[in-house]
């Protein structure tokens, strides 16, 4: 089955500068490798990232086969097919630190928007009544400078002392950076960090 034909438009977030309709040949809303909510973006001209939306992370990122698609589509689910570069396999998720106590945040996906040149990813982050938006863009192309997977991450509503977290950040080569370039070990204020896979 071709995969323009299959991949399907996510439900529009409101942003005032999104564009419809959602391109099917960078977006894919088919469950992922038989994962359920989860979604594929097409980054540039052959990498694909896979989102697991119940945990507000990155499932995969693979290189599709020279002059192959990456997303194989069988039975209205779509398997990545292509060399990996990452492969999530912790267990722990997202965390809040505040005056030296850890605890694990719930997560609820709030949608995603494709506007001019990437597509927005949101996702409400709580725990005991505390509630953080996070939101993630993911640029549809990567300049020659970067050759890196890119992505760019911000929290709303952080307090000055809270600090989140997730054990992705810190493996498997994932490098975060803050506003002025400099690399950090977890997310603090509200500014948008960057998150890259060399």
Same mark, same amino acid.
């Given at each position: ?6 991949c399907?438009s ?83 998720? $997202?965390? %809040? *630190?505040?005056? =030296?106590? &850890?605890?694990? !945040?719930?997560? @609820?996906?709030?949608? /995603? ?9 949101? $996702?409400? %982050? *709580?725990?005991? =009544?505390? &509630?953080?938006? !996070?939101?993630? @863009?993911?640029?549809? /192309? ?29 493996r ?17 204020g ?9």
């Amino acid at each position: 089955m071709p995969l323009l034909g299959a991949c399907v438009s996510l439900s529009h977030a409101g942003e005032n500068d999104a564009t419809l309709p959602f391109d099917p040949a960078r977006i894919c809303r088919l469950s992922l490798n038989d994962l359920p909510r989860s979604i594929s973006i097409r980054q540039g001209e052959n990498v694909w990232i896979g989102y697991d939306l119940e945990k507000a992370t990155v499932l995969k990122v693979w290189q599709s086969p020279a002059g192959n698609p990456g997303l194989i589509i069988r039975s209205f689910k779509a398997y990545s097919k292509g060399t990996s570069w990452f492969e999530a396999k912790e267990t722990e998720g $997202w965390s %809040l *630190s505040k005056g =030296g106590r &850890k605890a694990p !945040l719930a997560v @609820r996906y709030l949608g /995603s928007t494709q506007q001019d040149k990437h597509f927005l990813l949101r $996702w409400e %982050l *709580s725990q005991a =009544g505390k &509630k953080f938006v !996070l939101s993630e @863009r993911i640029p549809m /192309s990567i300049t020659d400078a970067d050759k890196k997977v890119t992505r760019e991450v911000r929290v709303e509503f952080i307090e000055p002392g809270e600090v989140l977290s997730h054990p992705m950040i810190k493996r498997e080569g994932w490098e975060l950076t803050n506003s002025e370039g400099q690399l950090v070990p977890t997310l603090t204020g509200t500014q948008w960090h960057r998150l890259s896979l060399p």
